[in-house]
Structures are given as C-alpha cells and as structure tokens.
C-alpha cells in the first residue's frame, strides 16, 4: 500500500477526510540502524480531516509486531505494539509539500514503542555461569537500608 497522501486534496476541499486505514510495511531503510529487527502486521486505522485553513486533525490507531532481541535470553521475539494519535496534525508533522508520508508518521511513533528490557524468559534458574546466575527481582532478600529508620516517618518503610 502507497504511504503517501496527498494533503493538497484536502486543502482544496475537494474531499472532507483521508482515510488511512490498512496494512502498511515499513521500508527497513527506516529501521535497519535501531534495535528492531523487524516489523510485521502495522495495520492502521483512522483518518485526517480538515477543520480550518491552518489546521488538520489526525486520529489514528496503529498496532504491530517488531522483532527485537530478548534481554535476558538474547534470543530474537516478536513484541507486539500499538499507539494512538490523536492530535493536530501540524504539531507532530511538518511538511512543506503538502504530502504525508505514513511511513515517516508511524515510524516516529514506533520508536518510542521499542522497550529497553524485556524479555519472555520465566525461569532464570538455567541462566547462570562460574560465580553468577540471574534472579527475580522478587525473590531477592530485603537488604539492611541505613535509612529505614528516616524512610519510616515518610510512611516509605
């Protein structure tokens, strides 16, 4: 499917909205440099209409699937992802050619979907070497904290 749409209809109100509504993949020229491997599934919904001279609005929902590498495991897994713009669309894009090219649109938004840790490791037990192994968070001890006494009168402890 094209990702680009041509704003000039809807400045010369020769139609009311745009409609982007489809599947899209996004060329891997726009992720090949970052950590997703991979895109797959970016189905968008919604559209961008023209409200007055000098403002568009753009609502839009979009969810996917990036492959990215497990932070425990190191392994590669598909992480499923979705946001949803809804804002005037002059203050998250600017183009001077009246063109809006989806891709540059949903890629800006992805990114900020990458996680910095994740994994879909359950059991940690079997990842451990000469000295170390990796443990839940929540089955770590409490450790003495030297301001127990000081966090408790902030209702912390």
Known sequence: MTGIFDLGLL???SVESLTLDGKYEIPKSYYDKSDVLDLKNIEVKGNVTRLDDNNDKIILKCTGKMKIIDSVSL??????FSFEINDNLEEIYTNTEEKLD??????????????????EVKDFSKYKGNGWSLKEESNEEKSDNPFSEILKDFGKE
């Open 102 to 119: 989806i891709f540059e649109l949903l890629w800006e938004n992805i990114v900020l979907e990458v996680p910095l840790n994740y994994t």
């Open 75 to 80: 392994e590669e897994i598909w992480y499923p």
């Open 11 to 13: 400045h010369s109100n």
